[in-house]
């Protein structure tokens, strides 16, 4: 069974930076897509960034901010997150999918102080 864990969160002041780990586990195959999402309070869950064989994608509110990059040896999936700002504040998810299966880490705080 695949399992997803992320770290890197916690608070920090508008401006500041962090970066988001994404560890997946279990036997993990044909990996076409690894990416974070985030939800904040009250609100849908949406897509940050994702990275593919083709590429990466960016939300526009984060283009230029963030990077999202990958260890696909480690089956690992990262995000740095530069000039964070209050508006950013929300869970952050990791998503994998391989092998046709979903899968969803359980969700690391991102909280940026004004």
């Known amino acids: 069974q695949v399992q997803l864990v992320e770290s890197g969160g916690g608070l920090v002041q508008a401006g500041g930076s962090l970066r988001l780990s994404c560890a997946a586990s279990?036997?993990?195959?044909?990996?076409?897509?690894m990416g974070w999402y985030r939800q904040a309070p009250g609100k849908q869950r949406e897509l940050v960034a994702t990275i593919t064989s083709g590429g990466t994608n960016y939300a526009d509110s984060v283009k230029g901010r963030f990077t999202i990059s990958r260890d696909i040896v480690l089956n690992m999936v990262y995000l740095q997150m530069n000039s964070l700002k209050p508006e950013d504040t929300a869970v952050y998810y990791c998503r994998i999918i391989a092998s046709g299966s979903d899968y969803w880490g359980q969700g690391t705080q991102v909280s940026v102080s004004s």
């Open positions: 279990g036997r993990v195959f044909s990996i076409n897509l």
